[in-house]
């Protein structure tokens, strides 16, 4: 037996060795990748990638692009209104829910199914339920009340609400199935003990329970900004951005600059864009939330 | 009307299950009554109908001579702590305490007073910014128990608030705990599963068992004069020898032995005949010089040693049964001598054999 302390480097060794194809992965295809698009951002790629440079030329065209805007726009739009109504809707379910109701699973599986769905069936079946010809509007007017008017996606100013609604359909079970189980892990002797204090129920719930739900919180947070970020499939099955560029969001953007346009340094500029604003959001949230934490233990 | 709590034909069901049948209890004002059981036997059920945490089903619960039935819990005049403490994590200890004081709108400076005065009389002054997260075990319980002194209550309810320590902070926090209602002359409800917190802290005991109480009493009376054989075996440690045999007249025989039970109080007042068992602590069995004493005596083969450092537990056969007596902590015993023991049976318990009562 040596006497020295063994290196560090070499304990764990299976466990090391087993997270080796991870990383390498992770390396080439995440941060390689990454890097390559940058770089080709800057060059003048059409239909192939080449390296001849035009500085940030991609960029300056990018920027007074109208449809560039519009998506930008969009994705706000959508991004705040989902990110808000997504966590009400969801944790004003799961806390129904939690009050010991009957049929529980039957109606939390019935709130889960369309997250089940692909984006593509989704967008497709609020495509027709906001059709005027077939959807609730022609219900409606059939019912008799015939200057009914719900056509949300034919109207250039409100169409990506249409769309928000087909998106808050498809997400809200997932975080209400997020909520519920955050709700389970509170211990039912706080609820007890607020009981006793005297404190409202929803007092109980804003100052108590949410801020001990925090960790689920995070993670519910960071699933939906990235399905928002990412929106694409929605799009394309619900308008295939539509009426006119009403309904255009940056993914698809950079999809029909690569593939159907043929200019691949524009697609990459834009998706250089996008990473960019993802990473201003989170580096600062990382850092703050676990930059302290070695002092914190 | 000096009964701090009554509680009047209290019946509790869950769907068929009948949790808790008509069960009446009165305490007396400053009393601190122990609600003592094994799990499962109703008495945190109890507590939290006391506290409103549970609809009854049918019966009434007076606190204060008011009847609080349907009232909220946090209308009826108690404070509660419970076993996994349920403090507000992301508020200081000050913000727990205040909390409920706070959405009650009471004035700030009164407030601030109660706090001051609760922070006092727990030691818990230095802790009044930190989180709970900062706190050990015991000084979470701490904060929980000035949680409900701030509610400036007359009824304090436990919850076995002493299940989550280790068994030193325990001990400390028992002796605390006796020391608090000493001072405050509140009345405690307390319930645990714990023979020894009961006996150390009660006023009265209350033995449950199967949404029913068994025994209510002093410490001394449930100790020294169990009502039925559950109650026997249930409380003392180590647990009470039954030996099982035949009553006749004075004498109690089991096996080839016949104990002469002259002296013992029976409870109907006369001896009685028949099926019955004899209990027996092991702390009343008599070794060494005093049992020249004892009105009985045997002589019984060591089978097994215990020491606890400050008695030994010996293991032996007797009248045909595994039988264990508490000796001297000095007392030098190893396996396979033999020894004589001597029983008193004014100290004895007899249970009749069928309906397992006191004789």
Sequence with gaps: ?297 | MNNSVEIKNLDLEFGAVKVLQNLNLEIGKGEFLVLLGSSGCGKSTLLNCIAGLLDVTAGQIHIKGNNVTWAEPSERGIGMVFQSYALYPQMTVEGNLSFGLKNAKLPKDEIAARIKRAAEILQIEPLLKRKPAALSGGQRQRVAIGRALVRDVDVFLFDEPLSNLDAKLRADLRVEIKRLHQNLQNTMIYVTHDQIEAMTLADRIAIMRGGKIMQLGSPDEIYGRPINKYVAGFIGSPSMNFLEGHLTGDTFEVGDVSIPMAGYDFANGGAANGAATLGIRPEHVVTGELVGNAPFQADVTVDLIEPMGSDTVVDCQFAGARFRLRMDGQARVTVGDTIRLGLDPSRASLFDKDTELRL
């Design chain 1, 1 to 297: 037996m040596s006497s020295e302390r063994p290196s560090q480097l070499f304990r764990n060794k299976s466990a090391k060795i087993a997270a080796i194809p991870m990383i390498v992965t992770a390396l080439f295809v995440f941060v390689g990748g990454t890097a390559w698009t940058i770089v080709y951002s800057f060059t003048k790629s059409g239909l192939l990638p080449r390296l001849r440079w035009v500085g940030l030329d991609q960029y300056e065209r990018l920027w007074s692009t109208n449809r560039w805007l519009v998506s930008i726009e969009n994705l706000i739009i959508y991004g705040l209104c989902m990110l808000v109504l997504v966590f009400v809707i969801g944790f004003i379910l799961a806390a129904l829910i939690d009050q010991k109701i009957r049929f529980e699973n039957t109606i939390r599986t019935v709130i889960l199914y369309p997250y089940a769905l692909s984006f593509v069936v989704t967008g497709l079946v609020w495509q027709w339920i906001l059709n005027p010809e077939f959807g609730i509007e022609s219900i409606i007017q059939a019912w008799g009340w015939d200057s009914f008017a719900f056509d949300p996606l034919y109207n250039a100013d409100i169409a990506i609400f249409g769309v928000l609604i087909a998106g808050l359909w498809q997400g809200s079970g997932l975080v209400m199935v997020l909520m519920l189980a955050g709700l389970r892990g509170i211990d039912q002797e706080v609820w007890k003990a607020a009981r006793v204090d005297g404190i409202p129920a929803w007092k109980t719930y804003i100052f108590i329970v949410i801020p001990m739900m925090r960790p689920v919180f995070i993670t519910t947070l960071v699933l939906v900004v990235t399905g928002i970020v990412k929106i694409y499939d929605l799009i394309v099955a619900q308008t295939g951005g539509g009426p006119g560029i009403s309904t255009e969001v940056p993914a698809k953007y950079v999809y029909d600059m690569m593939f159907q346009a043929n200019n691949l340094g524009q697609g990459f500029a834009a998706s250089t864009m996008m990473l960019l604003t993802v990473a201003l959001v989170v580096i600062p949230w990382a850092i703050l939330e676990f930059g302290g934490s070695k002092n914190r233990g």
